[in-house]
């Protein structure tokens, strides 16, 4: 298994739609995870930690999954400006220690009117 | 945002040239990174600094060389690049926990290389 694998997409959606993606890490002992948003040709930006108990920030909402090793985000009433690229991130295990953070491919989301 | 700043923007190099890729943050953050981003591929870790001492070298060749002179600054030095080398570099800066879980990264916008 890699280490983070998320869904290949691209996701073609109509602006209103509800969109969920998928993500699964390798390491079990993993504690940070993550979601980050990147548009075409800019950084990374945060868009939310993930947390055990699952957490929502307005229209979106991330869980965790920890016996699946499983991540998700789910984005509700989709709008033009959530097209970007969504980064599914994970801490790495370094000799039993929290270590840097793994990104995996990312998946594209396109919201068309 | 300018909490963490990255100059050049673009750059354009020869193979023989000898540039170098500078990274500021203004968040007080005592760790910094250097990732490589190429189509196509997920962020690629090569260097990562905490307290200004190098704590990992992903096995990136010789010719990309880093340098921290303080925890605020990270620098990339290029020598001799191939075409392949051609990516989009970004920094990011976190603050590192001893024992603790990792945390957030805040990215520059990063430097868009091309080695011709």
């Known amino acids: 298994r890699k280490e983070v694998e998320q869904d290949p997409g691209p996701f073609n959606v109509p602006e209103g739609a509800t969109v969920a993606f998928n993500c699964t890490y390798s390491n079990s002992a993993s504690q940070s995870f993550f979601w980050y948003r990147q548009d075409c040709r800019k950084e990374p930006k945060l868009l939310m930690s993930v947390y055990s108990s699952g957490n929502e920030d307005g229209r979106f909402t991330a869980q965790l999954n920890r016996a699946s090793q499983y991540i998700s985000l789910l984005i509700r009433d989709s709008k033009l400006s959530d097209s970007a690229t969504y980064l599914c991130v994970v801490n790495k295990i370094v000799g039993g220690s929290q270590g840097n953070l793994i990104f995996g491919k990312g998946t594209k989301l396109s919201v068309k009117p | 945002e300018t909490g963490v700043t990255q100059t050049p923007r673009h750059l354009v190099m020869g193979m023989t040239n000898k540039k170098s890729l500078k990274c500021e943050q203004h968040l007080g953050h005592n760790a910094m990174y250097w990732y490589k981003q190429s189509a196509k591929k997920p962020l690629e870790l090569m260097f990562v600094?905490?307290?200004?001492?190098?704590?990992e070298n992903n096995s990136v060749p010789s010719r990309f060389s880093p340098e921290c002179p303080n925890s605020s600054h990270l620098f990339l030095h290029l020598h001799t690049l191939q075409p392949e080398d051609s990516a989009l570099y970004l920094c990011a800066s976190s603050q590192w926990q001893a024992g603790g879980p990792t945390d957030t990264q805040y990215f520059g916008p990063g430097t868009r290389l091309t080695v011709l």
């Open positions: 600094y905490n307290f200004k001492e190098q704590t």
